[in-house]
């Protein structure tokens, strides 16, 4: 499982009036610190990224700029920092870096874009937070989340999932009165436009634009689930992230090299342009890649992805204090919907860790305890008896 409790095993480590240690305290407020930071970063690119598509550069190029300047940030560190922790190199490895880059960067990106395109950015946005529900879906299936609708910690994890969804949709499509904001602001809201206005251009069309997003929501939580297996046979977190990089980007540069023959669709003409790809390549794909990564080994996919609809919080918090736009009942209420589902999942995480923690305390302590230590050890079976996994189950 990707919430695997790490550092909890050492018997005099101190522990928290819950008997939690103390490190394990410290490091899940880490978690949680990264993934708002994380959620920060995407919500900025998410902003810029609507001044991007009308600036000129071609939706093949933009990604090969974005990915050649995060593999140039990522590639020092992961070089010179996990030079000691990568494993060897095996045709293996390649295949799922490859495969990995395939689904987080080539087809996540470029469904994307073509989504947005054909659409708009509110309908994207809202699409969008149907990743946590997808993922949750995903690691269920294949076993990487454990899910027991049967108990109490089942349901609240899988009801915490579907209230972030609802609380981000809720934000995105309702509007509702405004509460607070700039009085003397000028705002232009932009609703969910209908099929027949999803654009002049007669090549639009809204219907493909939902399948390209449904693809990207699709992709993007393949990425997030597809993650945890492979960080756990290749811990070197910067080097996996790297590795996807420089994949991601061979395999734009061939289909741009195909599709956009045009020479002038690469030049950057503005200074516009340049931050543009700059913020998407260093903080939206280097440090958030980074970052990402390292959540997902330590917090699990789940984890990870039922943050997502925060992103849509921050982004009318920063439409607000930024552009000046207000701040409208729809807003407050998404935010209650998206904390409460927030508190449920991640009630549930942490009593997974403190129940994987007393369990690993009995396990380790039980033979100190006694004793005829070395007696009743030597009796203990290598293996538990089936009965002992039935019931831990």
Not at 87 to 105: D, K, N, R, S, V
Not at 328 to 349: E, F, N, T
Request: net charge positive.
């Amino acid at each position: 499982m990707g919430d695997d409790v790490r550092g909890l095993h050492g018997g005099g480590a101190a522990t928290t009036g819950g008997g939690v240690p103390a490190a394990a305290k410290t490091e899940r407020a880490r978690l949680h610190v990264a993934m708002l930071a994380l959620q920060l970063g995407y919500a900025g690119f998410h902003v810029v990224s609507r001044l991007a598509l009308n600036m000129g550069v071609s939706k093949l190029v933009f990604p090969v700029y974005r990915n050649l300047i995060a593999l140039c940030l990522l590639a020092p560190f992961a070089y010179f920092l996990e030079r000691k922790d990568r494993p060897a190199m095996t045709p293996g490895f390649l295949l799922q870096f490859f495969l990995l880059a395939l689904c987080g960067i080539t087809t996540n990106q470029s469904f994307y874009l073509l989504g947005l395109d054909n659409t708009s950015p509110t309908f994207a946005s809202a699409i969008q937070n149907s990743v946590p529900a997808i993922t949750f879906a995903m690691a269920a299936a294949l076993g990487i989340e454990r899910v027991r609708l049967r108990r109490r910690d089942g349901l609240a994890k899988a009801a915490g999932t579907l209230l972030c969804v609802a609380g981000a949709t809720v934000i995105t499509l309702f509007k509702g009165p405004a509460v607070f904001g700039p009085a003397a602001a000028v705002v232009t809201v932009t609703a969910v436009a209908p099929p027949q206005a999803a654009g002049n251009n007669s090549s639009k069309s809204w219907a493909l634009g939902c399948v390209y997003l449904m693809g990207h929501c699709l992709s993007w939580s393949s990425w997030l689930v597809l993650q945890a297996p492979v960080l756990k046979r290749y811990p070197a977190r910067l080097s996996v992230t790297s590795y996807t990089c420089f994949f991601g980007l061979l395999q734009f540069l061939a289909i741009a090299a195909v599709v956009e023959r045009d020479a002038a669709a690469w030049t950057l003409t503005s200074g516009s342009e340049l931050l543009t790809i700059l913020y998407a390549g260093l903080v939206a794909s280097g440090v958030a890649f980074a970052v990402q990564t390292w959540c997902i080994d330590r917090g699990g996919p789940v984890f990870v992805a039922v943050y997502q609809p925060v992103q849509t919080l921050l982004v009318a918090i920063m439409a607000s204090l930024l552009l000046g736009e207000q701040f409208y009942l729809g807003g407050i209420m998404g935010a209650v919907l998206i904390i409460a589902g927030l508190y449920l999942v991640l009630w549930v995480k942490s009593e997974e860790r403190a129940l994987a923690a007393k369990q690993a305390a009995g396990a380790a302590g039980v033979c100190d305890d006694e004793p005829d230590a070395a007696a009743s050890c030597l009796k203990q079976p290598l293996l538990p008896s089936p009965a002992t996994l039935e019931s831990a189950v």
